[in-house]
């Protein structure tokens, strides 16, 4: 099994910054990208970046691109968010996801094998 832990969630106004983290314990060596997601309220769950093990491979979803970067420590187990330039929109739970496969291109289609328990992001405006 693997455990995530998120942290960095909070209150920030529009046009902040927030950096949230990920840490992965447990079968490490299983995981072969990292990921993160997040749900607004009444909302589906929605894809937000992906990381391959190598850091070859990120992808984010459109209404992010550019505002939000997401990074890994291998050495710590540990991804990251960057959020800059925040909306009100982007208020959601934001949840860690780690993948035993890397689908590479298919990856925002991927069903996690492990979550972490979500961190609250609200922007207000």
């Known amino acids: 099994q693997v455990q995530l832990v998120e942290s960095g969630g909070g209150l920030v106004q529009t046009g902040g910054s927030l950096r949230l983290s990920c840490a992965a314990s447990?079968?490490?060596?299983?995981?072969?990208?990292m990921g993160w997601f997040r749900q607004a309220p009444g909302k589906e769950r929605e894809f937000v970046a992906a990381?391959?093990?190598?850091?070859?491979?990120?992808y984010r979803a459109d209404s992010v691109k550019g505002r939000f970067t997401i990074s890994r420590d291998n050495a710590k187990n540990t991804v990251y968010l960057q959020m800059n330039s925040l909306k009100p929109e982007d208020t959601a739970v934001y949840y860690c996801?780690?993948?035993?496969?890397?689908?590479?291109?298919?990856?925002?289609?991927?069903?996690?094998?492990?979550w972490g328990q979500g961190t609250q992001v609200t922007v207000s405006s």
């Open positions: 996801a780690a993948y035993r496969r890397w689908y590479g291109t298919a990856q925002p289609m991927a069903v996690p094998d492990y």
């Open positions: 990381e391959g093990l190598s850091g070859g491979s990120i």
């Open positions: 447990g079968r490490t060596f299983s995981i072969n990208g």
